[in-house]
C-alpha cells in the first residue's frame, strides 16, 4: 500500500476508521486542470462531480481507495473505475461504504453496520487485528468530535470566514476579524474558490458552508455527543445526527441553513450546485420556498463557467442590498 495512504469520497466516508487502522486517509479532492480523457466511459448526462473524482482516483498514486455508495452516480463511478483498472491492469482497490439515508434510526444502525464491515477489510489490508482497531477507534472519535466542536463553535458565532475555517487548528489564535460576512456560500465541492473571489471582487464579504478540501466539516451545535460502548454506532451517530447535513438530508439541511442565514444576520445565500444531481436540485426547490433571504443558484459542468458567473452575481448583489431589511418570515417546511 501507497505509504500507508488511502484516497477517500465522500464526507461521510469517516477518516477516523482510517485513523483507527493505522492508515492515512485523504479526502479526493479534484484540482485544476481538470482532464477529460475518460469522459467517453460515462453516461450523457452525468454527475460532474462524479466525472472528476474518477479522473482523480485514476490519476492518483495511491493503491487504496474507499467510495460512499450515497447516489446511483457514486455506484457507477465504481463500476467504471474498476472496468478502467482491470483495463489498464492498475494496481488498486476500490472499496465501497454504502450509506442509507440517513433520517432515520434504522439509517443509523445500517450505517453502524457497514462501518463494522468495511474496518474488517481495512484491518486485513493494514495487517492488525480487528480488535485493536475498535479499541482505537473510540478515542480517535471523541478526539475529533472535540476538534470539530471547538471550530463549528468558532464558525457559527462567525469568526472563521472562508479558507480560515479550512486551514484553523485547535488552540491556535484567530484570524484578525475580516468584514462581518454577508453572504452565504452552499453547495458543491468544486470552483468555491472563483466563486468567493467573484463575490468578494463584487464587494460582498462571504461565509462558506464548505464542503473543499479535507477540512473539518461542521457539528451542529444544539447536542452534545455522548459516547456508547459500540464505536461504530457512536461513529454513525456522529456523522448522521451531528454533522451539518448533505443535500440528501434536505429538509434538516434546508431547516440548518435558515438557522444559519438568521443567527448570522445574512442577507442572502449563494447555492452552486453540480447540473444533472437531484439531491441537489430537490434542495434548491425547498431552498427557494423556505428562505426568507434572495437566493442565487448557479449551476457548474466540469468547468466553471466565470463570465456568467460574475454577470449573475454584480445583479445579486444589487438584489441584496435592496432587499428588505427585516425579511419576510420563512413558509413552514
Ligand atoms: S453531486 Fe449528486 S450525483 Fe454527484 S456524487 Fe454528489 S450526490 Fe451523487
Same mark, same amino acid.
Given at each position: 500500500?501507497h ?17 483507527a ?11 485544476? $486542470?481538470?482532464?477529460?480523457e ?9 454527475? $460532474? ?7 482523480e ?12 455508495f ?10 467504471i473505475?474498476?472496468y ?6 492498475l ?13 432515520s434510526?434504522w ?41 470539530r ?15 480560515a ?7 491556535e ?8 460576512p ?32 479535507t ?25 448522521t445526527?451531528?454533522?451539518f447535513p448533505? $443535500?440528501?438530508v ?5 431547516q ?17 450546485? $453540480? ?9 434548491l ?14 449551476a ?29 418570515a420563512p413558509?413552514?417546511?
Amino acid at each position: 500500500m501507497h505509504e500507508n495512504q488511502v484516497g477517500y469520497f465522500c464526507h461521510y466516508v469517516p477518516w477516523e476508521l482510517f485513523e483507527a487502522c493505522g492508515l492515512r486517509g485523504t479526502l479526493v479532492t479534484p484540482a485544476p $486542470p481538470f482532464p477529460r480523457e475518460r469522459e467517453a466511459f460515462f453516461p450523457v448526462p452525468f454527475c $460532474p462531480f462524479s466525472k472528476l473524482i474518477a479522473e482523480e482516483i485514476h490519476r492518483a498514486p495511491f493503491s487504496l481507495y474507499v467510495l460512499g455508495f450515497a447516489c446511483d452516480a457514486s455506484r457507477r463511478t465504481k463500476e467504471i473505475l474498476e472496468y478502467l483498472h482491470t483495463k489498464k491492469n492498475l494496481p488498486k482497490t476500490i472499496l465501497s461504504l454504502p450509506i442509507p439515508f440517513l433520517g432515520s434510526s434504522w439509517g443509523i444502525q445500517r450505517l453502524a453496520e457497514n462501518l463494522r464491515q468495511l474496518s474488517l477489510q481495512l484491518a486485513l489490508l493494514a495487517g492488525i487485528h480487528p480488535w485493536e482497531v475498535e479499541t482505537r477507534l473510540g478515542e480517535v472519535i471523541l478526539s475529533s468530535y472535540e476538534e470539530r466542536k471547538e471550530i463549528s463553535t468558532l464558525f457559527f458565532a462567525g469568526r472563521l470566514p472562508t479558507q480560515a475555517l479550512l486551514t484553523h487548528k485547535r488552540g491556535e489564535s484567530l484570524p484578525s476579524q475580516e468584514a462581518r460576512p454577508s453572504v452565504l456560500l452552499i453547495g458543491s465541492h468544486l470552483f468555491l474558490s472563483e466563486v468567493v473571489q467573484i463575490a468578494e471582487e463584487c464587494g460582498l464579504s462571504v461565509i462558506e458552508e464548505s464542503p473543499r478540501g479535507t477540512g473539518p466539516w461542521l457539528i451542529l451545535p444544539e447536542q452534545d455527543f455522548v459516547p456508547s460502548s459500540d464505536p461504530f454506532l457512536d461513529l454513525a451517530r456522529l456523522y448522521t445526527l451531528h454533522k451539518f447535513p448533505c $443535500p440528501r438530508v434536505n429538509q434538516r439541511r434546508a431547516q440548518t441553513i435558515h438557522k444559519m442565514v438568521d443567527h448570522l444576520s445574512l442577507t442572502g445565500v449563494i447555492f452552486l450546485y $453540480p447540473q444533472f444531481c437531484d439531491a441537489f436540485l430537490y434542495q434548491l426547490g425547498l431552498l427557494r420556498r423556505f428562505l426568507a433571504v434572495p437566493l442565487l443558484p448557479l449551476a457548474h459542468d466540469t468547468e466553471p463557467n466565470l463570465a456568467q458567473w460574475t454577470t449573475r452575481i454584480e445583479a445579486f448583489r444589487e438584489v441584496v442590498r435592496c432587499a428588505p431589511s427585516s425579511p419576510m418570515a420563512p413558509q413552514k417546511l
